[in-house]
């Protein structure tokens, strides 16, 4: 008999809350419903994240969402038999509400909880798309200051082949974003703003592109576009579409060539694309169509999941349970790791 799994994510700035039916016998996990707030409209005028204001917020929504989950599931909180929720890495404030309340309602219930990576639920949450991968395959994690490619054979069999020495691809998005007076949040600005601009207008680096290796490094592409936003002096704004065509372009060139080269290296033929700039348009048909020309399958989760949510935390927990991998416990005395490396939780 499967299980019914509520997933809290809080570790930033989006509540999320789900219901997933699964984590036991071979039947795939599948989702039931799941609602998410988000806090850009609050921070924006602080030109980004205000980790007390971010905690604050989540306190006030966590449980009217839940409340809405359950109903739209047609479930009553007793139905539930585990509680699973995001115990890092993230702002601690904001991990601790989601923890926090995980834990009372486990105890309030009598039932186990189950504190899930945050990255993990990103690299798992293609497996609720309507065209889910199988195992084994390589892994472009793209989510807020991560930039990473695993081999995946299996849940909690992770090998990095390559990461971030320092800026991640959407810390390179954000902040050079933020150079340009784009706003909060920057990354979604810049590459709308990159469709009306040409990709060639300005000549930027590609940081480690020949490295031989699969890391990756962002922080001098975003030196590169503040010289050159320097440079253009009264004429950025008129140049600004252009500069973000071009900054994009290199940001999508190193992800997709390093993609490629993983692919190569382990023999692979199927890669999966998580987190939020997985959902960038660019880059998605540039490894679409790289991809497709070696008869490679590219797997991505729905756009709607490609930001922070529920559904990935109560999917990996689904998934986590259902290969043995962790149990669920009624210890209540919970903790959150901010900083918690993917590779800490592999076998």
Not at 12 to 26: F, K, S
Not at 80 to 94: H, M, Q, W
Not at 138 to 143: G, I
Request: hydrophobic letters at 45%; glycine letters at 10%; proline letters at 5%.
């Amino acid at each position: 008999m499967s299980l019914l799994i509520l997933g809290i994510e809080s570790s930033c700035d989006e509540t999320g809350v789900a219901l997933v039916r699964g984590g036991d016998g071979a039947a795939a996990p599948t989702l039931l419903a799941h609602a998410l707030h988000s806090q850009i409209d609050m921070h924006q005028a602080y030109g980004g994240v205000v980790p007390e204001l971010a905690s604050r917020d989540h306190i006030r929504r966590v449980l009217p969402l839940t409340e809405a989950v359950l109903a739209d599931a047609g479930r009553r909180l007793a139905d539930v038999d585990v509680v699973a929720y995001t115990r890092g890495p993230g702002l601690a404030g904001a991990l601790l509400v989601g923890a926090g309340v995980a834990c009372a309602l486990g105890a309030a219930l009598d039932r186990p909880v189950l504190g899930v990576h945050h990255l993990e639920g990103h690299l798992l949450s293609p497996f609720l798309s309507a065209d889910p991968p199988e195992f084994p395959f390589v892994a472009l994690l793209v989510s807020g200051g991560h930039t990473q490619l695993m081999r995946v054979d299996g849940v909690g069999r992770y090998e990095i082949l390559g990461e971030t020495i320092d800026d991640a691809a959407g810390e390179a998005f954000d902040k050079s974003a933020k150079l340009m007076g784009l706003g909060y949040p920057g990354g979604p600005a810049l590459s709308r703003l990159a469709e009306q601009g040409d990709a060639k207008a300005f000549k930027l680096p590609r940081p480690l592109l020949h490295s031989g290796d699969l890391d990756f490094s962002f922080a001098g592409l975003k030196t590169a576009v503040l010289t050159q936003a320097k440079k253009l002096g009264d004429e950025l704004q008129a140049r600004k579409a252009d500069l973000a065509a071009s900054t994009q372009a290199a940001i999508v060139e190193v992800l997709v060539k390093k993609t490629l080269a993983a692919l190569q290296q382990t023999g692979m033929n199927r890669v999966v694309v998580a987190g939020g700039v997985g959902a960038n348009r660019l880059l998605r048909a540039q490894l679409d169509a790289a991809c497709a020309a070696r008869r490679v399958r590219v797997h991505y989760p729905e756009l709607h999941l490609c930001t922070d949510n529920g559904a990935m935390i109560a999917m990996a927990a689904a998934m986590r349970l259902q290969a043995g991998r962790q149990q669920a416990n009624r210890d209540y005395a919970f903790d959150v790791l901010p900083r918690w490396p993917l590779d800490a939780i592999t076998a």
